[in-house]
Structures are given as structure tokens and as C-alpha cells.
């Protein structure tokens, strides 16, 4: 069964500073990754998608994330976070399979202080 | 385009009471669908999944059921709701090679 870590539950940043937040999943075959964003009051949007090809994904709002096999991770970046990245962030993994569930994370709270 | 509904919004219930939430798909067909559930301070739970018409999969043994009548129709339901069925729960989608739809989300608060 896949599973996913993200280590960081709660960050808190200042306007301008560097993100970076850990994930981590496990699984024994192909995996499909994803970063997910959740604004106060809002649904889940997507925030970029990896399935295959170029290991660094660019997705909106300036956030990018890397796929690194080896260390089975796909952290999330942005090097100059803003008040309005202040939501909640998920990672999330689907393997193979005819039903592709979703797995995610436990999520991390973002505040970014102004 | 593909669109996903989900409704109610919110919803106060109380103890033993049945629930039914509804999740419809529009501008696609065959779609994997999905329900979700979110609790306070915990990450999305998957409770429910299903390839097709009347194909349900379970993934967490607990008080709630689903069904798929229609090929783009996923409703979960209840026949006594308990306390700990509190949280948001969320309705996706999904096509090979596509990722995740999710919809709106309805509030359930189990008074």
C-alpha cells in the first residue's frame, strides 16, 4: 500500500522568505505525485502534477516541486512566499492500478506573516 | 468542459440520524470517482472508491456506505450517523492520465 509523510505540520514564514516543504511517500512501483493547495474557506485546487519526464515540475503561483526516486521524495518550493500563500498544503501519491486512488499526507499549515 | 457537483455545502445532523450526500460529474464519462473525508487537524482519508456503475471498494471499515446508480453519480450515506462522522467530505474524480477533480465539499457537523 502507498503512503505519504509530510514532515513539516505547521511552518511559519515572514513575506519574501524561501519555502520548502518535505514529502515523502512510499511505494513499490510507478507513482504519479501530486501538491495540492487549500485555501482558509476554499475546496482543494492542484498546484502541479508529476506523472513522468522532467524530474523539477513547475506548477501556478510560482511553486515548483522535484522528484527525486532515489530519496522517494517531491518537496515543495517557492523561493519567495507571499501573505496569500497562507493555506494548507497537501502531498499526495496515486500508484498504479485500474483505480488510481489518491493518498495524502496529513498536511502542512503555511502562515505567512506580512 | 468536465465539472463536478457536490452538495449540501454544510450540514447539521443529529446522532442516529441518516445522512445522504450527492456527487455528480459532468462532461465525462466512465470517470473513477472518489469520496474523501477530511477531519479537523488530519489530512484527506480516503473512504471510497469506484471504477464504475455499482463497483464500490471500501478502504476504511466505518459507519458510512456508498453507491454509484449512475455512471456519474457517487453518493455516500449513512444509516446512523455518530459523532466522529464529523468533517469535510470531498467528492473527486479522475481519468487515466488526468489528475483529480475534487469538488466543493460539504461540512458535516454530527450534533
Known amino acids: 500500500a502507498q503512503s505519504v509523510s509530510q514532515h513539516n505540520h505547521h511552518v511559519i514564514l515572514s513575506e519574501a522568505a524561501s519555502l520548502e516543504l518535505g514529502c515523502n511517500y512510499s511505494?513499490?512501483?510507478?507513482?504519479?505525485l501530486f501538491w495540492y493547495v487549500q485555501y482558509p474557506g476554499q475546496h482543494l485546487q492542484l498546484l502541479l502534477k508529476y506523472f513522468s519526464g522532467d524530474p523539477l515540475v513547475k506548477g501556478i503561483k510560482g511553486f515548483e516541486a522535484e522528484f527525486i526516486k532515489s530519496k522517494f521524495s517531491f518537496n515543495l518550493r517557492k523561493p519567495s512566499v507571499q501573505w496569500s500563500d497562507t493555506a494548507e498544503y497537501f502531498c499526495?501519491?496515486?500508484?498504479?492500478?485500474?483505480?488510481?486512488?489518491?493518498?495524502f499526507g496529513s498536511g502542512t499549515q503555511l502562515t505567512v506573516l506580512p | 468542459s468536465q465539472t463536478i457537483h457536490q452538495w449540501p455545502a454544510t450540514l447539521v445532523q443529529p446522532v442516529g440520524s441518516p445522512l445522504s450526500l450527492e456527487c455528480t460529474v459532468e462532461g465525462t464519462s466512465n470517470p473513477n470517482l472518489y469520496w474523501y473525508r477530511q477531519a479537523a487537524g488530519r489530512g484527506l482519508q480516503l473512504l471510497f472508491y469506484s471504477v464504475g456503475i455499482g463497483q464500490i471498494s471500501s478502504e476504511v471499515p466505518q459507519n458510512l456506505s456508498a453507491s454509484r446508480p449512475q455512471d456519474r453519480q457517487f453518493i455516500l450515506s449513512s444509516k446512523k450517523l455518530l459523532l466522529s462522522d464529523s468533517g469535510f467530505y470531498l467528492c473527486?474524480?479522475?481519468?487515466?492520465?488526468?489528475?483529480?477533480?475534487f469538488g466543493s465539499g460539504t461540512r458535516l457537523t454530527v450534533v
Open positions: 499526495a501519491v496515486s500508484g498504479g492500478g485500474s483505480a488510481r486512488q489518491l493518498t
Open positions: 473527486a474524480w479522475s481519468r487515466q492520465n488526468y489528475g483529480y477533480t
Open positions: 511505494y513499490g512501483g510507478t507513482v504519479n
